[in-house]
C-alpha cells in the first residue's frame, strides 16, 4: 500500500512539473496580451510631430541630423525610441513651427503633413489660438473655428491614410509671465480647446495626451515656474515630463 501510494506522489509530481514546464506563466499571458491589443509599428514607420513653437523647439531647417530635431519634447522622444530600436530605422519629424495655431497647420497641411506619409501624427496646438482670443490678435481664431479646422485636417488625413495613428496632445498653460496677468481669460478659453482636442481623440480613436495634468501635479513638487518658466513654453525639465507622458500614452497603444 505505501508503495503505491509513493508511485502515485511521484507520477503525480512528475505529471505537474510537465504542465509547468509547458504552460506560460502568468506573467507571459499578460505580456501576450499587451502585445496582441497594441499595434506593431513597421519598420521604417514615419513618426510626425506637428505644432507650434513647444514642438518647434529652435529646430534646423536644413538636413542637418545634429538639430533636425529641435530641443523640446520631440527630440527627446526621438532620440529615446531610435536608440531602442535601431534595428527598424523609424524616420522622425519635426515640423512644429513658432508662433502656429490651427489655421497655419492647414496652410501647409499638404507639404509638411500628408506629403510626409505619417504612420504615427502627433499633434499639439491651441496655445497661440488661445492668445488670439485673449489679445485680440488677429485672425482670432474662436473655439468654434479650432475645432472645425482641426476636425477637418483630421479627416483628410485619416482619408489618405486609414491606418494611420494619431496622438492628440492637450494644449497646458500654468501660471507665469503674461498668462498669470491674463489668467481668467487664458484659463476659460484653454480649458475648452482642452476639451476639443478629448473630444476628437475619442472620435478618431486617437492617443489622448493630458499635459495639463501632467504639470499640475508637477508643480506640487516644484514652483509653476520650474517646469514653465513664462506660463506656456516648458523649460528643459517641463520637456523631460512631457516626453516621458507621450511614451507612457503612445506606448498602450504601440509597440515598437
Known amino acids: 500500500m505505501e508503495t503505491n501510494s509513493r508511485r502515485k506522489f511521484i507520477k503525480g509530481a512528475a505529471l505537474t512539473s510537465i504542465a509547468a ?15 496582441k491589443s497594441n499595434q506593431l509599428l513597421k519598420n521604417g514607420a514615419v513618426i510626425l510631430f506637428q505644432g507650434d513653437s513647444i514642438t518647434d523647439g529652435n529646430r534646423g531647417r536644413n538636413s542637418d541630423p545634429n538639430h533636425i530635431m529641435g530641443h523640446g519634447y ?14 527598424k530605422r523609424y524616420q522622425f519629424y519635426n515640423r512644429g513651427i513658432s508662433g502656429n495655431k490651427i489655421n ?18 502627433s499633434i499639439l496646438v491651441g496655445v497661440n489660438d488661445s492668445s ?25 488625413t485619416k482619408t489618405a491614410f486609414p491606418n494611420i495613428l494619431f496622438v492628440l496632445c492637450e494644449p497646458f498653460i500654468l501660471k507665469g509671465g503674461r498668462v498669470t496677468e491674463n489668467w481668467e481669460a ?25 499635459f495639463q495634468e501632467v504639470f499640475d501635479k508637477a508643480c506640487e513638487k516644484a514652483p509653476a515656474g520650474y517646469w514653465i518658466w513664462d506660463g506656456v513654453h516648458p523649460t528643459v525639465a517641463g520637456h ?17
Open 104 to 121: 497655419d497647420l492647414e496652410k501647409r497641411w499638404q507639404a509638411e503633413t500628408l506629403d510626409l506619409k505619417p504612420d504615427v501624427l
Open 21 to 35: 514546464c509547458c504552460l506560460p506563466s502568468t506573467e507571459s499571458f499578460a505580456t501576450a496580451a499587451a502585445r
Open 132 to 156: 488670439s482670443v485673449v489679445f485680440k490678435r488677429e485672425p482670432i481664431i474662436p473655439i468654434e473655428k479650432y475645432e472645425e479646422t482641426y476636425t477637418s485636417l483630421l479627416e483628410q
Open 186 to 210: 487664458y484659463h476659460s478659453d484653454i480649458f475648452q480647446r482642452q476639451a476639443v482636442v478629448r473630444k476628437l481623440a475619442a472620435k478618431f480613436d486617437a492617443v489622448f495626451v493630458g
Open 74 to 87: 520631440a527630440f527627446s522622444i526621438a532620440s529615446r525610441v531610435g536608440a531602442d530600436y535601431p534595428e
Open 240 to 256: 523631460e515630463l512631457m516626453a516621458r507622458e507621450w511614451l507612457k500614452q503612445v506606448g498602450k497603444r504601440i509597440t515598437f
